[in-house]
């Protein structure tokens, strides 16, 4: 059982940069993958990216939407995922989350652990 927790989220401008992360109970949070999605008020969740396990070079992926501008990255010491938004836009408001997984998923979210969410407010 793993259980999630996003922070981070709040209200910034457009273009500017929001750093959310993604904290997990549990000491095995470094075999699990993890993805972060976002829904829109009205719209579907759509994926935003994921991480791997690898301890070195961990695998990433990104929606071509954000890639260039978004990071994530994962600090397994402190059982945290990040995402480091960058260059925000206004359709980016949503509410982010993160979810968690033993495999690959890509870019479905057939993930088996999720978060409650996080807010991000992007203002024009």
């Known amino acids: 059982q793993v259980q999630l927790i996003e922070s981070g989220g709040g209200s910034v401008e457009a273009g500017g940069s929001l750093r959310l992360a993604c904290t997990a109970s549990?000491?095995?949070?470094?075999?699990?993958?993890v993805g972060w999605f976002r829904q829109a008020v009205g719209k579907e969740r759509e994926f935003v990216a994921a991480?791997?396990?690898?301890?070195?070079?961990?695998?990433?992926s990104y929606a071509g939407s954000v890639k260039g501008r978004f990071t994530i990255s994962r600090d397994n010491a402190e059982n945290t995922v990040y995402l480091q938004m960058d260059s925000l836009k206004p359709e980016e408001t949503a509410v982010y989350y993160c979810a968690a997984d033993l495999k690959w998923i890509g870019v479905g979210d057939q993930y088996d652990y999720w978060g409650q969410g996080t807010q991000v407010i992007v203002s024009s």
């Open positions: 991480i791997g396990t690898n301890r070195w070079s961990p695998r990433t």
């Open positions: 549990g000491r095995t949070f470094s075999s699990y993958v």
